[in-house]
């Protein structure tokens, strides 16, 4: 069974610290890893991995994919209260096309 | 562009009462999914349909749960009778399809949430 597993479940902090959010996963013809936001809503897209050791930026956040040791890191640099949320780790795989979500890391960033 | 429009955005009804969620993917998509989503945890796929045909429910269940996608487009999802578990919110996305030229990305609708008393 195709199986994605997130760490920590729930991480607190202080404005301005760093944040490594960890996500492994066991799963069969893996195509893509994802990373999405949610708030208080749907939630909203991050990154997409396929490649490994290439790591993708988007101002304070940054990703990387490691498919030998099948997991991937989400790093958030000098937090902000509105980096408070729940962060989602999901795997696209071929067979069935199907996206498989981890149960998520949900970030406090205090001020 | 729109995006994954979902009604109603909340609901309350009593357990073995019925529900019924719509969803409206963004225009030319093939692929839609449902997802439910329990407090605390991450998103459980439901359904997932390509075009009008499914392509995935082995996680539905159907004694209770039934869903469909008439002329491809738009998708209803039905709660009959409901039970107390299923209070979650229930989420739809779509895609552009998950071939060659698709990205793989998942856009997501704001989500029905169901509460069960």
């Known amino acids: 069974e195709d199986k994605v597993v997130q760490s920590p479940l729930s991480l607190v902090v202080h404005e301005g610290d760093t944040v490594t959010l960890n996500c492994s996963y066991e799963?069969?013809?893996?195509?893509?890893l994802l990373w999405y936001k949610q708030e208080k809503k749907a939630p909203t897209f991050l990154f997409m991995l396929?490649?490994?050791?290439i790591e993708k930026k988007s101002g304070r956040l940054s990703s990387i994919l490691d498919k030998k040791e099948l997991f991937s890191i989400l790093n958030i640099t000098a937090t902000q209260t509105g980096d408070s949320a729940i962060y989602l780790c999901?795997?696209?795989?071929?067979?069935?096309?199907?996206?498989?979500f981890g149960p998520g890391t949900r970030l406090s960033v205090l001020p | 562009e729109a995006g994954v429009a979902q009604s109603p955005r909340y609901k309350i009804i009593e357990k073995r009462q019925s529900v019924a969620f719509w969803c409206n993917p963004i225009?030319?998509?093939?692929?839609l999914y449902w997802y439910q989503q329990i407090l605390g945890q991450g998103p459980k796929l439901l359904i997932q349909?390509?075009?009008?045909?499914?392509?995935?429910d082995s996680q539905l269940p159907k004694d209770r749960f039934s869903a469909e996608r008439l002329k491809g487009v738009d998708s209803t999802l039905k709660i009959q009778p409901a039970k107390l578990e299923d209070s979650a919110v229930y989420l739809c996305?779509?895609?552009?399809?998950?071939?060659?030229?698709?990205?793989?990305?998942?856009?997501f609708g704001e989500g029905s949430r169901l509460t069960v008393l």
């Open positions: 996305a779509s895609s552009l399809g998950t071939g060659k030229l698709s990205t793989g990305e998942l856009f």
């Open positions: 799963v069969t013809n893996f195509r893509s």
């Open positions: 396929t490649s490994s050791g």
């Open positions: 999901a795997v696209l795989t071929n067979y069935g096309q199907n996206f498989v």
């Open positions: 225009s030319g998509h093939a692929t």
């Open positions: 349909f390509q075009n009008n045909g499914v392509v995935d």
